[in-house]
């Protein structure tokens, strides 16, 4: 088999592409032979030794993949040689094989592409998690999403949509808006360009977003949350871009609003019963078409570096998937 290798953590750079002996599988895994890798966040700042999560090192990034069980292990009575499966397992995913604990992998039904399986956990989980257990979205109310052309920003479009809610999608161009709105939002602000108080006032008659869903932090987080609705919900998803933002509590007050804390990857470990009914609602969603994940270019394996460089220039609309 062949991995990319990080053997000290300072950076993309450092990563090399070396063959390896394929592993066979313990008690509880499964040898998977890859076919897609999704790159997420994390998998940015895991290379750089900022993730929270930091493996033994050397390690294979690529926290989420899709592909076909090559061999089981001991005790794995629920998956078999020849199934293909999604597995988001926080590293190994950037190579042509990988071990995974068995109880991770999702497995696939017929018609779910490699390429969307591979792209699917890390942000529908995330969102449908946010919006509609930690948000407590309704059919009717009003969503703003920041960063919706990104990964969860995408995937949070779609599942607020497929509730029932209007989608105000927020991003950084007219390009990234433009796939918002042909993704399903019914309005988008341009924040580079556009005033976001004044322009949430004018799409909301005055009353704000029910729901903000903020992957982003940063500047636009203090003046988005000043433009949320009467018993608003702001879920504080993420900081992709950089800053950690503080608001003055009296917002909250004023607006008999929520901040609402979301971290999918703790509810799946805390939760699974819960954390698999979500997951099979999704795969049900996804079968009827109703969520689909963007794919915004597949590459070849051998080219991650190229898609580390995309993905670090905030070039990328949904998900970067890289191929065998
Ligand atoms: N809480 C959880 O459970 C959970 C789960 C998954 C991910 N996350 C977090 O959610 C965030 C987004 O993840 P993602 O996979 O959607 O990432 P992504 O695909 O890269 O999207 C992030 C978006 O953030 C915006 N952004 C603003 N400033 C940026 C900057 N300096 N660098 C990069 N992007 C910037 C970009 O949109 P514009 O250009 O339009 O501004 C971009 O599309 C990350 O912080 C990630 O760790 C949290």
Redesign the pocket.
């Known amino acids: 088999m062949h991995a990319w290798l990080c053997e000290n953590p300072i950076g993309v750079d450092a990563l090399t592409w070396q063959e390896r002996p394929t592993p066979q599988p313990g008690a509880g895994e499964v040898l998977i032979r890859i076919e897609a890798a999704s790159?997420?966040?994390?998998d940015?700042?895991i290379v750089q030794n900022k993730y929270q999560m930091k493996p033994p090192l050397p390690f294979v990034p690529g926290s989420e993949y899709a592909g076909t069980i090559e061999a089981v292990g001991e005790g794995v009575t629920h998956l078999k040689v020849g199934q293909a499966v999604a597995c988001l397992s926080g590293t190994g995913g950037f190579g042509t094989h990988t071990l995974a604990p068995a109880k991770l992998c999702m497995p696939l039904p017929a018609g779910f592409p490699a390429v969307d399986a591979a792209a699917f956990i890390?942000?529908y989980?995330?969102s449908h998690?946010?919006l509609m257990d930690r948000g407590q979205l309704k059919a009717g109310e009003t969503v703003l999403v920041?960063?919706?052309?990104?990964?969860?920003?995408?995937?949070a479009i779609q599942i607020a949509k497929a509730a029932g809610a209007r989608v105000i999608a927020?991003?950084?161009?007219a390009e990234?808006c433009a796939l918002c709105t042909s993704i399903g939002a019914d309005a988008t602000i341009n924040?580079?360009t556009e005033n976001l108080r004044e322009a949430l006032k004018t799409l909301t008659d005055g009353k704000g977003p029910d729901i903000i869903y903020d992957?982003?932090?940063?500047e636009f987080a203090e003046p988005a949350f000043r433009s949320i609705a009467w018993r608003g919900r702001y879920l504080?998803?993420?900081?992709?871009?950089?800053p950690i933002p503080a608001l003055p509590w009296n917002l909250a007050l004023l607006k008999g609003a929520s901040i609402v804390?979301?971290?999918?990857?703790?509810?799946s470990r805390r939760e699974p019963a819960a954390n698999a009914a979500m997951m099979q609602e999704l795969a049900q969603w996804y079968g009827a078409g109703k969520i689909k994940p963007v794919i915004h270019n597949t590459l070849p394996m051998a080219q991650l570096k190229q898609a580390y460089a995309d993905?670090?220039s905030?070039g990328?609309?949904?998900?970067l998937v890289m191929v065998n």
């Open positions: 790159l997420n966040f994390p940015l700042l890390m942000t989980a995330t998690h946010a920041l960063g919706a052309a990104g990964g969860v920003g995408t995937a927020a991003a950084s161009n990234k924040y580079s992957p982003v932090g940063g504080v998803v993420g900081f992709a871009a950089g804390g979301v971290f999918w990857g703790d509810f993905m670090g905030r990328v609309m949904g998900k």
